[in-house]
């Protein structure tokens, strides 16, 4: 089983509309998560960290799943510009507790 | 602060060919990383380092070397060039506050060995 599973997409939505991404997780005794966004070409940016309370940051809101193993990410009022890929983060259990393993992304499509 | 610099932007090389992937941060960070990514995947982390003079393999560190001599520098050694090291390369490098970590990367490094 992968570390950090995520839908690769493609999620079409219109402007305006609520999307939501999952990201699965297999190290049970992972403690901080994150999100990344990453634009075509381009390095990845951190979106929000993910704490267990949740995150909410404007229109992204973040939330930890501990019994399910999941963390999501919800966008509110899509804008064209949060076109991208959304990259889920853990901590990973086999390098150490510095490294982190990244999903593959899931990719973000809004349209006008 | 520039922050995570990286150089070359774009390069090619010919399979056998060695070359070294430079990285430097100016934000007084100890920890660094090398990750690469292949199309349409996540990053794979292939070296880090918790400071100077410390350096640690990640999930795919064969065909690469890594040193650690100062806080600011941590470049990544190809030695004989494989096609299957064909990637974008992203430097990253971190702090750790009050247990959080925050990772910032460079604009990356196109590889292509042909």
């Known amino acids: 089983r992968k570390e950090v599973e995520q839908d690769p997409g493609p999620f079409n939505v219109p402007e305006g509309a609520t999307v939501a991404f999952n990201c699965t997780y297999s190290?049970?005794?992972?403690?901080?998560f994150f999100w990344y966004r990453q634009d075509c070409r381009k390095e990845p940016k951190l979106l929000m960290s993910v704490y267990s309370s949740g995150n909410e940051d404007g229109r992204f809101t973040a939330q930890l799943n501990r019994a399910s193993q999941y963390i999501s990410l919800l966008i509110r009022d899509s804008k064209l510009s949060d076109s991208a890929t959304y990259l889920c983060?853990?901590?990973?259990?086999?390098?150490?507790?510095?490294?982190?393993?990244f999903g593959s992304g899931t990719r973000l499509q809004v349209q006008p | 602060n520039a922050g995570v610099t990286q150089t070359p932007k774009f390069r090619i090389l010919k399979i056998g060919q060695s070359m070294t992937l430079q990285c430097a941060q100016d934000?007084?960070?100890?920890?660094m990383y090398w990750y690469r990514q292949d199309p349409g995947m996540g990053l794979k982390l292939i070296y880090y380092s918790v400071g100077a003079g410390i350096t640690d393999k990640g999930e795919v560190p064969n065909g690469y070397n890594v040193s650690r001599s100062t806080t600011e520098d941590f470049p990544l050694r190809l030695e004989l060039a494989a096609p299957s090291q064909t990637s974008v390369y992203f430097c990253a490098s971190s702090y750790s506050d009050r247990g959080k970590e925050t990772q910032y990367f460079g604009p990356g490094t196109r590889l292509l060995v042909l």
């Open positions: 983060v853990a901590p990973s259990r086999r390098t150490g507790r510095r490294a982190l393993t």
């Open positions: 934000m007084n960070h100890n920890y």
């Open positions: 190290n049970s005794a992972s403690q901080s």
